[in-house]
C-alpha cells in the first residue's frame, strides 16, 4: 500500500520532489566544496583501515581489504570521483533529470561512507534516497524526467521494433 501510495499519488509527487530537492542540495554543495577546496580522500581512506582494527571495528576487514588494494592505491581516481559523483548526484536530483539513477548512485556513496565508519547524515540520506527509488517515476515528475523518460521509452521502444537488416 505504502508503495503504491509512493510510485502512483500526486501528492506523494509533491512530497517526493521536495525530498529531491533536499537531498539534491546536500549532494551539490558537498561535490562542490571538495571540487573547489582541493579535496583528497587519502587521509579519510587511512583513517578508514585504521578503524577496522581493535575490539569492536567500526570497519570490516573486507572493507579495509578493498580501500588498501583498490582505493588508496588509486587515491587520484577517487579524488575525483567523489567530489564529482556527489556533484551529479545533487544535480540530477534537484533537477529530476535520470533521478532513480541518481539517487542509486547517492545510496551507494552513503553505503561506501557507512563502510568506512562514517555515520554523519548517510543513513537518513540513505532513506530518503530509497524512497526516491521505489517511487520510481512518479518521483521524478515535477523535474526533466517528465519530458526525459518518454523519449528514452519510445527511443528504446523503436529500437525493439526495428526489424534487423542481417539474418
Known amino acids: ?19 529531491r530537492l533536499f537531498l539534491g542540495y546536500q549532494w551539490i554543495t558537498a561535490g562542490w566544496t571538495k571540487i ?8 579519510f581512506l587511512q583513517g578508514a583501515v585504521a578503524s577496522a582494527s581493535g575490539e569492536h571495528p567500526a570497519v570490516q576487514g573486507w572493507w579495509a581489504t578493498f580501500l588498501e588494494g583498490v582505493a588508496i592505491p588509486n587515491v587520484d581516481f577517487f579524488n575525483v570521483l567523489i567530489p564529482w559523483g556527489e556533484f551529479l548526484v545533487g544535480l540530477g536530483l534537484i533537477l529530476g533529470t535520470f533521478t532513480t539513477l541518481a539517487a542509486f548512485m547517492g545510496v551507494v556513496m552513503n553505503f561506501a561512507f557507512l563502510f568506512s565508519g562514517t555515520t554523519s547524515t548517510n543513513p537518513m ?39 534487423a537488416l542481417h539474418h
Open 1 to 19: 500500500m505504502f508503495v503504491h501510495f509512493l510510485r502512483e499519488n500526486k501528492g506523494a509527487s509533491g512530497i517526493l520532489f521536495l525530498i
Open 36 to 43: 573547489t577546496s582541493g579535496f583528497d580522500a587519502n587521509g
Open 125 to 163: 540520506m540513505v532513506i530518503l534516497g530509497m524512497l526516491l527509488i521505489i517511487a520510481g517515476y512518479n518521483a521524478a515528475k515535477i523535474g526533466i524526467d517528465r519530458w526525459l523518460i518518454p523519449i528514452v521509452k519510445k527511443s528504446i521502444h523503436m529500437r525493439q521494433m526495428k526489424p
